[in-house]
């Protein structure tokens, strides 16, 4: 099956600091990344969905300055949390898809990364 | 976007099948219906999804009504890996055919499968 690899898996951080987490599609390419957020016990949030080479479209309250999205090619997409708080501290998942013509496609998702602000 | 209705919680036993229920009675002609299923602190993982049509693959079966207003997620065989919470999310394909909206993640179906 379709294989979404997510970096890194874990990371701890002091507050201010960026940090990068990495969303590969490995055996396909993806038409469209998305990144969403997860707080303890509660249901994924789309933050935002990411076309390559064309800026990402950010959901409402999602700042876009920072969470900042690249999406370079087909395979590869990052989301950059500038200087983070501990309020940004969760659990933050990639997925990607290869929707093309009519038919829909499933999203594959990436394992997450539990991002903790000191 | 359409809204999907799961029971919060669903119990089974071991090699026992399951029958996960979706109302989603404003669903619109072009929504497909997808189920992903998550473990605690992993991503989620694609079951199945289907447009009209009754759809299987090797890790379930989707039944979808008649008038599409509501689908059941069937596990054949339960086992201890099944335990999950079960999403059930409409994806809107937009006008044109062509482009699709995104998936929106409700409360789900915590789904415990007793040995």
């Given at each position: 099956?379709?294989?979404?690899?997510?970096?890194?898996?874990?990371?701890?951080?002091?507050?201010?600091?960026?940090?990068?987490?990495?969303?590969?599609?490995?055996?396909?390419?993806?038409?469209?990344?998305?990144?969403?957020?997860?707080?303890?016990?509660?249901?994924?949030?789309?933050?935002?969905?990411?076309?390559?080479?064309?800026?990402?479209?950010?959901?409402?309250?999602?700042?876009?300055?920072?969470?900042?999205?690249?999406?370079?090619?087909?395979?590869?997409?990052?989301?950059?949390?500038?200087?983070?708080?501990?309020?940004?501290?969760?659990?933050?998942?990639?997925?990607?898809?290869?929707?093309?013509?009519?038919?829909q496609?499933?999203?594959?998702?990436?394992?997450?990364?539990?991002?903790?602000?000191? | 976007?359409?809204?999907?209705?799961?029971?919060?919680?669903?119990?089974?036993?071991?090699?026992?099948?399951?029958?996960?229920?979706?109302?989603?009675?404003?669903?619109?002609?072009?929504d497909?219906i997808?189920?992903y299923?998550?473990?605690?602190?992993?991503?989620?993982?694609?079951?199945?999804?289907?447009?009209?049509?009754?759809?299987?693959?090797?890790?379930?079966?989707?039944?979808?009504?008649?008038d599409?207003?509501?689908?059941?997620?069937?596990?054949?065989?339960?086992?201890?890996?099944?335990?999950?919470?079960?999403?059930?999310?409409l994806?809107?394909?937009?006008?044109?055919?062509?482009?699709?909206?995104?998936?929106?993640?409700?409360?789900?179906?915590?789904?415990?499968?007793?040995?």
């Amino acid at each position: 099956g379709a294989v979404v690899s997510q970096h890194p898996s874990w990371v701890i951080c002091k507050s201010g600091t960026s940090v990068k987490i990495e969303c590969r599609s490995l055996d396909f390419q993806a038409t469209t990344m998305f990144w969403y957020r997860q707080f303890p016990k509660q249901s994924l949030m789309l933050m935002a969905t990411s076309n390559e080479g064309s800026k990402a479209t950010y959901e409402q309250g999602v700042e876009k300055d920072k969470f900042l999205i690249n999406h370079a090619s087909l395979t590869l997409s990052t989301l950059t949390v500038t200087s983070a708080h501990p309020e940004d501290s969760s659990f933050y998942i990639c997925s990607a898809t290869r929707d093309r013509g009519p038919i829909q496609q499933p999203q594959h998702f990436g394992d997450g990364t539990r991002l903790s602000i000191l | 976007d359409a809204k999907t209705t799961q029971p919060n919680s669903m119990e089974s036993n071991e090699e026992e099948p399951v029958h996960l229920p979706c109302n989603h009675s404003t669903i619109s002609g072009t929504d497909y219906i997808h189920w992903y299923r998550q473990l605690p602190s992993q991503g989620p993982e694609y079951v199945i999804h289907g447009l009209t049509s009754n759809v299987n693959n090797r890790m379930a079966s989707l039944a979808i009504a008649e008038d599409r207003k509501s689908s059941t997620l069937i596990l054949h065989r339960a086992t201890l890996r099944d335990a999950a919470v079960y999403y059930c999310i409409l994806r809107p394909r937009n006008a044109g055919g062509t482009s699709y909206g995104k998936l929106t993640f409700g409360q789900g179906t915590i789904l415990t499968v007793h040995p």
